[in-house]
């Protein structure tokens, strides 16, 4: 069935280095990707979103790559600090204009070592 | 602005009872939606609202009714508690456009004995 999975669980970078999550979509149709963090007893925050007439879009030490020829989409975290420990949820819409009802995939726990 | 604002954060519960989930919102938002988080299964969307007196059904519907009376309000009743209800459960609200990220509430988190 259509569904947005990450491919690795958890993933343990150093502090300074930079953090790439990755996130598989199946459904072509999709056309809004968003990624949140979120932290323990917290509810998920955003991070930063892409439409799917773009593959590239950056913000504030966060870039996010869509590719939709092989339908996959990345978060890429530069110089990653402890306050980036966190769970990190990709999602999409499946149903054009709706933007809030989206589909999320499992998340990836991404640890900093200090 | 608070944001999206979700009483209480948490609840414990018996089998067979009711309860509500409260949910406001102060950013004037038409769209908002429930969703529950279980472990390793991420955000499933429950039922969701596009304006006041408009709600539908989401991925996990049964069990638990809503109602939007007005724009700020979208409370999630559970009438008939069970186990399968135990979970963490948000609230969310957008501006509903295609092209606008959902805003979530801290959550509740429910135990049903």
């Known amino acids: 069935g259509e569904s947005v999975g990450l491919h690795l669980p958890t993933l343990s970078v150093q502090e300074g280095d930079n953090s790439i999550i990755n996130c598989a979509y199946s459904?072509?149709?999709?056309?809004?990707f968003i990624w949140y963090k979120q932290e323990s007893g917290k509810g998920p925050q955003f991070i930063i979103d892409?439409?799917?007439?773009?593959d590239k879009r950056q913000g504030q030490r966060v870039t996010v790559l869509l590719n939709k020829t092989v339908k996959h989409l990345s978060l890429q975290i530069a110089a990653t600090q402890p306050g980036d420990s966190a769970v990190y949820f990709c999602a999409e819409t499946q149903f054009g204009g709706q933007g809030g009802k989206l589909i999320f995939g499992q998340g990836t726990e991404l640890s900093v070592k200090p | 602005n608070a944001g999206v604002t979700q009483t209480p954060k948490f609840q414990v519960l018996k089998t067979g009872q009711s309860m509500t989930l409260q949910c406001a919102q102060d950013?004037?938002?038409?769209?908002m939606s429930w969703y529950r988080q279980d472990p390793g299964m991420g955000l499933r969307l429950i039922h969701y609202?596009?304006?006041?007196?408009?709600?539908d059904q989401g991925e996990v519907p049964n069990g638990y009714n809503v109602s939007r009376s007005t724009t700020e309000d979208f409370p999630l009743r559970l009438l008939l508690a069970a186990p399968s209800q135990t979970s963490v459960y948000f609230c969310?609200?957008?501006?509903?456009?295609?092209?606008?990220?959902?805003?979530f509430g801290n959550g509740t988190r429910l135990t049903v004995t």
């Open positions: 950013m004037n938002h038409e769209y």
């Open positions: 609202s596009v304006g006041a007196g408009i709600t």
């Open positions: 969310a609200s957008s501006r509903g456009t295609g092209d606008s990220p959902l805003h």
């Open positions: 892409i439409r799917s007439n773009m």
């Open positions: 459904n072509s149709a999709s056309d809004y």
